[in-house]
């Protein structure tokens, strides 16, 4: 016998129990979304491999080294979509939405794909919800998204969540500070861990997340980026903090924010959850300014978050697993029996009702049992006559009928 095939490292099956939670985040996802006037966009699962070079940033690890790349066949480079923000960038131009009253209010949810080392809470295929407003860089959109994540997430029953928020001010700020902190981590270099070291000229603001104890103990001295912003990058932090405050939203002001993504201006918000381990980023985002420049479009604001819909299942409370509906189980009990049983669950599916039919070959007493443990609340035991034996399980009372009045019995109910 040949080995039995698996799925791919990082990839998982969702399972039916599963599925139908996830069925009630995304349903939760377009109330709480849709609400404020966010419209559900899908853009294909993959794209120009460009399109993710110039958006999210050749120096990230996303495109450095977690990409599945490859040629469409025609000769062009193509990837499976490791994130949604340049895509729906890329969208609201393609698709003329500069015409519309701004900002565009666009929501997204599926999968996304990242070579990622696998690992509880961290796949290769995940699930991503996420929510993006382009063409304004009002504060007070800063502020609607952070407090749409964070009702999504309560909505969900994703308990002990904190909100980390700081701002990356302008690009002009960001690089002066880039030149001020390689400066000041080329002063440290011995101190430094070697992996920090290597990066300072490619991405200094990762020093921030070292876990290296020579590394920590330089950066509590280095200059935070918050403490450079621009006279108006702070007032609009101020204005987002303003309305967190006012809507009683806790947070803290994390001034080493560091976000695996390039394209972030201004605002940058990550949400985590106690309740997941060391992937405990649940969802995050912020405000990126420049993107719509970096794919070649006009100068447009956009802010946004996505959340892994796999971590919020995990830090949530899983609610209790409703069953499907069986109000009839159609029984055999002889095998012949088969295309007269098998018409009786069809009826009654097209009348709206929860039908199952045996399909397994089992004998009339483990078919009872089978309905029993299904929850049926009747059985219709076809047999080699006209008449039915149709049995209401919870109170064990049986009558014949015929056939074509079981499904109306049912749907008359309780009692027979
Ligand atoms: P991100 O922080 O890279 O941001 O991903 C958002 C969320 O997706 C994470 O917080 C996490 O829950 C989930 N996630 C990411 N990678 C994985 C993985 N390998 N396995 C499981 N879950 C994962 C973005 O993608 C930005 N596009 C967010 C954004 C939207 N910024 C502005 N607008």
């Given at each position: 016998m040949s080995q039995r095939l698996q799925a791919p490292r990082g990839t998982f099956d969702v399972l039916p129990e599963d599925a139908a939670r996830r069925d009630v985040l995304a349903a939760t996802a377009r109330t709480t979304l849709g609400r404020a006037g966010y419209g559900r966009v899908d853009t294909p699962v993959f794209e120009a491999t460009e399109l993710f070079a110039r958006g999210v940033g050749e120096a990230t690890d996303i495109v450095q080294k977690e990409m599945f790349t490859f040629d469409d066949g025609g000769g062009r480079s193509v990837t499976l979509r490791p994130e949604g923000t340049a895509p729906v960038t890329r969208a609201y131009f393609e698709n003329g939405m500069t015409r519309l009253p701004q900002p565009v209010r666009l929501w997204y949810l599926g999968p996304f794909f990242r070579r990622e080392r696998a690992q509880a809470g961290r796949f290769r295929q995940f699930t991503q919800v996420g929510a993006e407003a382009i063409g304004s860089d009002d504060p007070t959109l800063d502020a609607e998204l952070i407090l749409l994540l964070a009702d999504l997430l309560d909505a969900v029953g994703v308990r002990q969540v904190s909100l980390r928020i700081g701002s990356l001010g302008s690009a002009t700020t960001r690089a002066e500070y880039r030149e001020e902190l390689k400066r000041f981590l080329r002063a440290h270099e011995a101190e430094l861990s070697e992996e920090v070291r290597a990066r300072i000229d490619l991405n200094p603001l990762r020093a921030f997340d070292a876990d290296h104890p020579g590394t920590r103990r330089v950066m509590t001295a280095a200059p935070t980026l918050l403490d450079r912003l621009a006279p108006e990058d702070r007032a609009h932090f101020d204005e987002v903090l303003a309305r967190l405050d006012d809507a009683g939203q806790p947070y803290e002001i994390d001034t080493a924010l560091v976000r695996?993504?390039?394209?972030?201006?201004?605002t940058l918000f990550e949400f985590t959850s106690d309740r997941l381990g060391a992937q405990s980023a649940v969802g995050g985002g912020g405000r990126y300014d420049g993107l719509a420049e970096q794919l070649g479009g006009p100068h447009t604001p956009g802010v946004g978050w996505a959340a892994g819909i796999e971590r919020m299942l995990l830090a949530a409370e899983p609610p209790a697993p409703a069953p499907p509906v069986v109000d009839l189980f159609v029984a055999l009990a002889q095998p012949e029996a088969g295309r007269a049983g098998f018409r009786i669950a069809q009826e009654a599916r097209r009348a709206g009702l929860g039908a199952q039919v045996e399909a397994a070959g089992r004998s009339l007493k483990g078919q009872l049992k089978h309905a029993d443990r299904l929850g049926a609340r009747y059985v219709a035991i076809v047999g080699d006559t006209a008449e039915i034996g149709l049995k209401e399980m919870e109170s064990g009372e049986q009558r014949d009928v015929s056939a074509d009045t079981v499904v109306a019995a049912v749907l008359r109910g309780p009692r027979l």
């Open positions: 695996g993504l390039d394209y972030y201006t201004r």
